[in-house]
Structures are given as C-alpha cells and as structure tokens.
C-alpha cells in the first residue's frame, strides 16, 4: 500500500504560479509511475503529466511548455510546477502512483486525497 500525501495547491491568479508536491511512503523507484491528474467540477479526470521511474516524462498537450513535473529521489517526492496559470487550470489535483507487480505487470494504484487548485481571472 503506497500513502500519498500532497500539498501545495491554493488560490491564484491568471498567469500565476504555483507548485504542488506528493511524497510518497516508499522509494518513488518502487513505482512504475507517478503522476498527476485533475478534476474539474462536473468532468472526468484527466492527465496532466506522469513520470517513470527511470525519469521519463509525458505531458498532456494543453499542459505543455507550462507544466513541469519532476522528482526529488531522497524525499521519495514528486513535484508539479505550474506556471502561466489559466482559469480553465482550476481543479481538484490528485498525486497518482501505479505499481506493476508480478510476472504478468499487475496494475496496482494509489491516489492521494487531492488538493484544490483555483486560478482567478
């Protein structure tokens, strides 16, 4: 069972910055991935970034170039820094992690309580 604890989210305005953070309760080189994921008020969830364990990344298209999701090994934590913050940016953020487990890649996934982020225009 991997805890997830994030923080960091709150109110900003447009073309703002903020930087969220979700530490992890076991080495992040346990997990397979790691990411993020956002809800806004009546819409599903969706990608904002993830990152491997070996350090790779991908990004969702509208989160490119102002997004950047990185890792912090020895505080098994990972950040997402969010800069040229839009309205539409305004969620619930939630810290992912997907293990695979076994011979067969067992799908295994955690997710932390998630944090408000509101961006003002």
């Known amino acids: 069972q991997v805890q997830l604890v994030e923080s960091g989210g709150g109110l900003v305005q447009a073309g703002g910055s903020l930087r969220l953070s979700c530490a992890a309760s076991e080495s992040i080189f346990s997990i397979n991935y790691m990411g993020w994921y956002r809800q806004a008020p009546g819409k599903q969830r969706e990608l904002v970034a993830l990152v491997t364990n070996g350090g790779n990344t991908n990004y969702a298209d509208s989160m490119k170039g102002r997004f950047t999701i990185s890792r912090d090994i020895a505080k098994n934590t990972v950040h997402l820094q969010m800069d040229n913050l839009k309205a539409e940016d305004t969620a619930v953020y939630y810290c992912?992690?997907?293990?695979?487990?076994?011979?067969?890649?067992?799908?295994?996934?955690?997710w932390g309580q998630g944090t408000q982020v509101t961006v003002s225009s």
């Open positions: 992912n992690a997907r293990k695979l487990v076994g011979v067969r890649d067992n799908p295994y996934e955690y």
